[in-house]
């Protein structure tokens, strides 16, 4: 995606500071919800670079912050030596997982 301004990811880098990355390739696929809070007249903005784009809002800043991910020489550092890390178990395979109910269970949070 073009996003036709130079100073357009900048801009999205003053609203949202530095970009995390996923910590699971496997979980880059997966769309992940997120909430932001943006002033009036750069939600009037957005909303007609997005139809400029025949597009939705969230996939159009989803793709500006891609970019500006894509274009951080750091990120593709880190996803490298992430990637040549070798796999490991998140637990011991003997084991049964644990139970839905006892993951979820908010009492023992408290």
Known sequence: MNVGKPGLLWIFH???GTLISCSNPAESRA???ITITL???VV???RIKAAEQET???R???ELLKEMMEANP???HARRQYLALPPKPLGNPDEPLPQRETL???AVLR
């Open 31 to 33: 769309m992940k919800n």
């Open 74 to 76: 750091q990120y593709e």
């Open 39 to 41: 002033e009036p007249e």
């Open 44 to 46: 009037r903005w957005v």
């Open 104 to 106: 979820y269970d908010r």
């Open 14 to 16: 003053e609203i949202f």
């Open 60 to 62: 159009y800043v989803g």
């Open 56 to 58: 939705s809002i969230s």
